[in-house]
């Protein structure tokens, strides 16, 4: 779509209708960010673009975009920090930065070129900031921008979204072939594999090969849309 709804969650009442610009490359969409002080939403959109808006009045107060001219394809990811200071920015194709809320000036650069872009997060203590491509998951220390470890994706499926432990020692990442599995972060050893529905074949459950292209887009699909692993 063209635009991002915004409700309010009691009376589900429509807020506010924000325009946006979804990737048209990997399919990741419009990706959605709000503060932890619920004072700014952040949506990172096509082009290696982001838009910023504060909650109070829903006016845009910042264009935050890559330099070096027009890349269709190039989706962009974006978190907040865990004191609503500071907003992460990564695209397909483009950097991994940092920049001050305060004066929108950017901090840092941590990467400059991220080649399939797939998640991206920050431990929930803030030392740690991830981004995850189909292929790896780098780390970096926040306030460094020292590269820490890097974790391969297995051969069995590539990696998607990226969200941090609550004890900030371990990361989850959903997988191509309808699994999440569990890193430790220190010694990049996989603790674990969670899976669901669509891969218990010998309890009922669907019949589902994730090489098959358009069976493993449908279990993507239905995992990310519902945060669920089915």
């Known amino acids: 779509g063209d635009s991002a709804t915004v409700y309010d969650f009691r009376s589900r009442k429509i807020l506010k209708r924000l325009p946006t610009s979804a990737d048209k490359g990997l399919g990741t969409g419009v990706d959605v960010s709000i503060s932890p002080d619920g004072n700014w939403i952040a949506f990172g959109e096509d082009n290696r673009t982001v838009n910023l808006y504060q909650s109070g009045d829903w006016k845009q107060v910042k264009t935050f975009a890559f330099e070096e001219g027009f890349c269709g394809g190039c989706g962009t990811r974006v978190v907040f920090s865990p004191d609503s200071k500071n907003i992460y920015v990564a695209s397909h194709n483009g950097p991994l930065r940092k920049y001050d809320l305060r004066n929108f000036k950017l901090v840092?650069?941590?990467?400059?070129?991220?080649?399939?872009?797939?998640?991206?997060?920050?431990?929930?203590?803030?030392?740690?900031?991830?981004?995850?491509?189909?292929?790896?998951?780098?780390?970096?220390?926040?306030?460094?921008?020292?590269?820490?470890?890097?974790?391969?994706?297995?051969?069995?499926?590539a990696f998607h979204e990226i969200v941090f432990t609550l004890d900030n020692k371990s990361v989850i990442a959903a997988s191509d072939n309808n699994t999440a599995e569990l890193w430790n972060i220190d010694g990049s050893s996989k603790k674990g594999t969670l899976t669901g529905f669509l891969n218990q074949r010998d309890r009922g459950g669907l019949d589902y090969d994730p090489n098959f292209y358009w069976q493993s887009a449908i279990a993507r699909y239905v995992r990310l849309k519902n945060n669920l692993l089915i």
Do not use: H, V
């Open 108 to 157: 840092r650069t941590y990467e400059e070129k991220t080649e399939d872009l797939s998640g991206l997060a920050i431990s929930n203590d803030g030392k740690k900031i991830a981004r995850s491509t189909e292929k790896e998951i780098t780390f970096w220390n926040e306030s460094s921008g020292d590269s820490l470890t890097s974790i391969l994706a297995g051969e069995q499926g």
